[in-house]
């Protein structure tokens, strides 16, 4: 299988298979192929940490560093209650890698990058009324409008922002106690959800078969700076029904780029990613609503990609 996609190998080591010799099972959405991979076969990292072709150098290698060997002890501490600063700074910069360094994400930015360069970065405030900057709606306050914006700034100031933005959220901890349903992971495990409010998305990102996390951003009171600190942060414990244990995984497939990571390998398995493959994440214009009158937004959202 080729090294295509950067998910960390100490993440995916977490998804192990007992039945497995240091393999998890990998199906791909696109031809429902199987196969057994070990995680370094599918996860090219060079000894900096860096996800492939990777630009920023070593500006990037600082913020990363720590990242992978901090993550085990960072899951650990999630399990047992105990989040502190590292803990909170390592899993938002997994989360933060993964949504700008990926080719998923690397994907979605080209999008939006297209998107607003055709329309000379404007924002439509009503049908047939005056364009007005993009700037004047803060794309900089959630992760889908952030995002837009990651081509234009360096990579390094894109990971930090966002792992602020991350850092600084609602964190759901999300428990599975069904050994027979496990969480799935991904090659692009940081799950987009929908919320009320049209310009926020959720992010739901497994961090383990029995552990995952829902990241409910917020709009910050200063968006000019990176609050590292994490004074914003705040969580909650969630000891999931089956039922929302379904929904979880149907959102990590869902989103997947192509590949969907797992532990067992039940019958089930295949028929629920056959059921769930025909979609991904794009980054669509949307018309929305605000305070003062329409405005036309690039924002990401799951959508069908069955014929």
Known sequence: MSWDHYVSPVHLKRFLSPGLKDGLYALRKSDMSLTTPRPREVCQVEVSGLPPNASAGS????????????????????????????????????????????????????????????????????????????????????????????????????????????????????INDFDDRPFFTSDYPVAVEATPDPRVLNRVVPLAPKLAVRIRPRVPDDRSDADLSFSAFGSRTWRLSRDEVVKVNRMVVRCAEDLVFFRD??????????????????????????????????????????P
């Open 59 to 174: 500006a990037i290698e600082a913020v990363l560093s720590g990242i992978e060997s901090n993550y085990n002890r960072s899951v650990n501490k999630l399990l047992a209650n105990q989040l502190d600063e590292e803990c909170i700074r390592t899993l938002a910069g997994f989360a933060a890698c993964v949504t700008l360094g990926s080719p998923a994400g690397r994907r979605l930015q080209a999008e939006a990058q297209r998107l607003q360069f055709e329309r000379g970065t404007m924002d439509v405030a009503a049908p047939g009324g005056v364009c007005e900057p993009a700037s004047a709606l803060g794309q900089g306050f959630n992760p889908a409008l952030r995002e837009n914006l990651a081509l234009t700034f360096k990579q390094t100031a894109g990971i930090v922002a966002l792992i602020a933005e991350f850092g600084n959220a609602d964190w759901d901890i999300l």
């Open 265 to 306: 390998h039940k019958q089930w398995v295949t028929k629920f990613v056959e059921r769930n493959r025909g979609f991904r994440v794009e980054t669509r214009p949307k018309q929305v609503r605000l305070d003062d009158g329409l405005h036309l937004l690039d924002l990401m959202q799951v959508v069908s990609t069955r």
